[in-house]
């Protein structure tokens, strides 16, 4: 079956810190995809990021990057030096072939960073 | 601009009535989704559409019906058969929509529904 696991429900830092959110993905597709969405308080999920299993290179956006690995199921997102604007929920999302959603993206149940002045 | 209105905002129903959520979209898309969100919860597929006059159900289909009459249109009807309606709806739009797709989801900015 496929299942995302965000294991971190909230997370509280301060402006200008580093942090890192967690997501454990398991699928038995050879080839699937990998999101992360954000949701900011106004409650539109926005997308960040999408990443094919076959390309395990990291990924750096400004300051948004993403550490994916293969071998430990993993699509790790790291905000370098984190802004009051980062606060949201972020959701980290798996689709493919099999599994549940008929193929439809699988939502993990996101984590709630919060970002104080 | 181009993008997905959902509408009302926030809705309440009363208990054994039908309530009806908007969801219409000016991108061109095929598919559209609609997901349920529970407090501390991801989100969960209800229904989905991947062409006009079809749609099929998802993971947590009981208690709600679609229907897909224009492509730019997919209003989802929250029954009475369904008995815990309380949560953030949120309906999303992509180009295709093919299984297993690696297309990114563009989303609404949802409907509360709260239960009277």
């Known amino acids: 079956a496929q299942k995302v696991t965000q294991a971190q429900t909230e997370i509280s830092v301060v402006e200008k810190e580093d942090v890192t959110l967690d997501c454990v993905y398991e699928?038995?597709?050879?080839?699937?995809?990998l999101f992360w969405y954000k949701q900011p308080p106004s409650g539109e999920l926005v997308f960040l990021i999408r990443?094919?299993?076959?390309?395990?290179q990291n990924e750096i956006s400004g300051r948004y990057s993403w550490n994916f690995q293969k071998s430990t199921s993993s699509f790790n997102f790291t905000i370098t030096a984190s802004q009051v604007v980062d606060s949201a929920v972020y959701f980290c999302a798996l689709s493919g072939t099999y599994g549940g959603s008929q193929g439809n993206l699988i939502f993990g149940k996101g984590t709630k960073l919060s970002v104080k002045p | 601009d181009g993008g997905i209105t959902q509408s009302p905002k926030y809705l309440f129903r009363k208990e054994g009535q039908n309530v009806t959520l908007s969801c219409e979209q000016n991108?061109?898309?095929?598919?559209m989704y609609w997901y349920r969100q529970d407090p501390g919860q991801g989100l969960r597929l209800i229904y989905y559409s991947q062409i006009v006059n079809d749609f099929q159900k998802g993971d947590i289909a009981e208690g709600y019906s679609v229907s897909r009459e224009k492509k730019e249109s997919f209003p989802l009807t929250v029954t009475s058969a369904q008995k815990n309606p309380t949560a953030f709806y949120l309906c999303a739009s992509s180009i295709r929509g093919t299984r297993g797709s690696n297309e990114k989801l563009l989303f609404g900015s949802g409907t509360q529904l709260s239960v009277l």
């Open positions: 699928t038995r597709d050879t080839t699937y995809y």
């Open positions: 991108l061109n898309h095929d598919a």
């Open positions: 990443r094919n299993s076959f390309d395990e």
